[in-house]
C-alpha cells in the first residue's frame, strides 16, 4: 500500500502542472466557450476582463481564491416573464393545496385566485403576495419544501412557451458561467428569489451547488419529533435579498467582495456598486431585455424586473450592457420564444 | 492560439484520471495523512468512515458534491480555556478604545474592565457580555472591523502560553482537515463565534475560505458615503449560530446536510443530531479536553465548553470520541501548554 503516497505527492505535482497549463490557455482562444454570444462589445468586454484578472505577473492579476463571481438570477440568468416564476409556483401551489383548505374558497387573495382572476388576487399588492407566498412556502419541513419544488420544477410549464421552467434559462449565461469557472472563478447566485427555491435546481441547471446561492428566506424553527430533528419553516420573513439586500446577502454568505458582477434591473444596483467599489480590476454587466421576438422587450417601467435607475448608472459608469437581440445569438437552449 | 483548445480538452482528461488516482489511494495509506493521531479508536473510526464513503461501488459511497463536513471552532479547532478568544479579543478592544470613551472609566461594565478586574465586569452576565461585545464589534465598516482583527490576529498573544492565537490551534484537527479535502470533502466552520471575527485568518489558518465559515452575526447597513458604499455594523444581533442556531446557520448558508460533524460541547449537540439523522453513512465526533498538562482537562461544569449531555448523547449513540490525552500524540504545533 504503500505505493500510494509517492503518487499522491506526484498527484499533488502533476495536479498543480496541469491547473498551470489550463490557466495559461489564453483567453482568446477559450472565447470559443462562447459559442451563443455575437462578438460584439460584451463579449469583446467578459473576454478581455477575463484575459487580465487570470494572467500571472498582469498589474490586474487576481489570486483563484478571490475570482468570486456573483449573478442575479430572474431575468439574468432564467426569464422573469410574464411574471417571476416563483410566483407561479406559488399560484399552482395554491391550487394544490385548496382542498385541504377550503375557507380560501371565499378568502382573498385565494378566492380570485382559485378562480383564475390573478389580477384581481393580486391587486392586494403586498400583504396579497406575502400571504400567497407564506400559504406555499411555510408550514413544512425544509426536506418536505425541497421535495414540493422538485416536483413542480421536473413537470411545471411555462404559460407561454409550453416548457420547462428549466429550459427557460440563457443559453449565453451557461456558456458564461462554465466560461469563468474554467478560468478558477467561483460563481453564485445572488437573487431576490428564494434560496431554498433555486436549491434544489440550481446545481442540475447551472452547475452552482446549494451552498453557493444567496437569496430570500423564510425564518426556520428546530425541532424535534420522535426523536428526529427536522426544520420548520415558519411564515414569517427571515431576510429579503434584493438591493442593498443582496450587498448585505454577499457579506453574510461570501464574506468577501466579488469581483465581478451580473444583473438585469433595479435590484442589482447596489450588488454591482458594490462589486465596481472594490480595488483592482471589477467587472459590472446588464443584462438588456431587448427582444420582444425571441424573448421579452422591457425596461424602464415593467413591474416585473424594472430597468431604469441601474440603466442609467451603467451608462454613466462604462458597465457592459448586453442588447439581447443584437449581442445573443441564441437566448434559451431550445431557440427563442 | 488554436493549440490551447486540444490541450483544453486533454487537461480535462488528465484530470479525471489523476482525481481517479488519487481518490482510489486506499484510505489505509491515507492515513499517513494523520501523524498526530494515535493509532486508537477514534482515528481508526476517521479511516474507516472515510474509507467506504469515498470507495466507488460501495454502499456507502457519496459523491464528492455531498461530502459536506461541518467544524465547531473554539474548543474543537482552536483552544477555549481560559476564557473564548473573541472575549479576549473584545477585552483588548475596551483597552485600545478608552481613550475616545472617557465614560467607560465610571460606567460598568467598562469601569471594571479598565480597572483589570474582568471578574466584577462580566459579573454583569450576558447583558454585561453584550455590551462588550457591541462597544467592540460594532459602529465600524465591515472593512475596517476586517482590518482590526486582522491587526489583533497577528500580534496579540494568548495570556497563558504567550503564543498567537493562530498557534493555539489543534494539529490533529488540522490534518484531520486537509484529510477530509484531499478525499474530496468540502470543509466548513459553523461556530457560535463571530463570522467575521473567524474570516479574516480561517482561510491561512484552516484553509477555509471566508464562504465556508459560518458563525453568529450582527446586522449591517448598506450606505453610500462620498459615492462610495460602504457596510455600517450595527449594534444589534442578526443572528446567534450556537445549539439549535449551528443546524439553521447550517441550512442557511450550505443548504445541504453535512455527513460529518466535529464538536467539543453542548453546543454543538445539535449539529451532531442534525448530521447523524440523514441517510447514508453519517460520522460525529466529539473531541473531549482531558489532558490538564498538555492543554486542559474539563467538561460538565465547565462554564466555557460546557459538555454535559453532549457526552451522554454521543456515548449513547456510539459517536466517536476524542480523549485527547489519549488519542493525540501532538496537541498544538507547538507541542503543549
Redesign the interface.
Known amino acids: 500500500?504503500?505505493r500510494?503516497?509517492l503518487?499522491?505527492k506526484v498527484?499533488t505535482r502533476?495536479?498543480a502542472l496541469?491547473v498551470l497549463?489550463?490557466f495559461s490557455?489564453?483567453a482568446?482562444?477559450?472565447s470559443?466557450l462562447l459559442p451563443s454570444w455575437n462578438d460584439t462589445g460584451p463579449k469583446q468586454a467578459i473576454v478581455a476582463f477575463v484575459g487580465k484578472v487570470t494572467k500571472e505577473g498582469s498589474p490586474d492579476f487576481v489570486p483563484v481564491?478571490e475570482r468570486?463571481a456573483t449573478f442575479d438570477n430572474d431575468g439574468t440568468l432564467w426569464a422573469e416573464q410574464p411574471v417571476y416564476f416563483q410566483l407561479l409556483f406559488a399560484l399552482d401551489r395554491i391550487k394544490a393545496l385548496a382542498p385541504q383548505h377550503p375557507e380560501w374558497q371565499t378568502k382573498e387573495p385565494f378566492a380570485s385566485l382559485l378562480k383564475g382572476d390573478v389580477k384581481t388576487a393580486l391587486a392586494g399588492g403586498e400583504p396579497a403576495i406575502a400571504q400567497i407566498v407564506m400559504a406555499t412556502h411555510a408550514g413544512m419541513t425544509?426536506d418536505e419544501f425541497d421535495q414540493i419544488v422538485r416536483d413542480w420544477i421536473a413537470s411545471a410549464k411555462h404559460p407561454v412557451t409550453k416548457r420547462l421552467y428549466t429550459e427557460m434559462v440563457y443559453q449565453p449565461m451557461l456558456e458564461l458561467l462554465a466560461y469563468l469557472r474554467?478560468n478558477g472563478f467561483?460563481t453564485?447566485i445572488v437573487s431576490g428569489g428564494g434560496?431554498?427555491f433555486m436549491?434544489p435546481w440550481a446545481?442540475q441547471v447551472y452547475g452552482i451547488?446549494?451552498?453557493?446561492?444567496v437569496g430570500s428566506?423564510v425564518k426556520?424553527?428546530?425541532q424535534?419529533r420522535d426523536g428526529?430533528?427536522v426544520?420548520l419553516r415558519l411564515p414569517e420573513i427571515?431576510f429579503i435579498d434584493d438591493k442593498?439586500g443582496k450587498?448585505?446577502g454577499i457579506?453574510?454568505?461570501?464574506?468577501?467582495r466579488p469581483i465581478a458582477a451580473f444583473g438585469n434591473s433595479d435590484g442589482d444596483l447596489?450588488m454591482l456598486?458594490?462589486t465596481t467599489?472594490g480595488t483592482g480590476a471589477r467587472f459590472a454587466l446588464i443584462v438588456r431585455h431587448t427582444d420582444a421576438e425571441r424573448e421579452w422587450a422591457y425596461d424602464r417601467t415593467s413591474s416585473v424586473g424594472r430597468l431604469d435607475k441601474a440603466l442609467d448608472e451603467a451608462q454613466a459608469k462604462g458597465w457592459t450592457i448586453v442588447d439581447m437581440k443584437n449581442d445573443w445569438k441564441t437566448i434559451f437552449p431550445f431557440g427563442g420564444k
Do not use: C, Y
Not at 451547488?209 to 446561492?213: D, G, L, R
Open positions: 500500500m504503500m500510494i503516497v503518487p499522491l498527484v502533476l495536479l496541469i497549463i489550463a490557455a489564453s482568446e482562444a477559450q470559443d481564491d468570486i425544509t474554467t467561483k453564485f434560496i431554498d436549491r446545481e451547488p446549494p451552498e453557493q446561492v428566506s426556520t424553527e428546530f424535534m428526529t430533528p426544520l427571515n442593498a450587498v448585505i457579506q453574510q454568505h461570501i464574506g468577501r447596489q456598486q458594490w467599489a
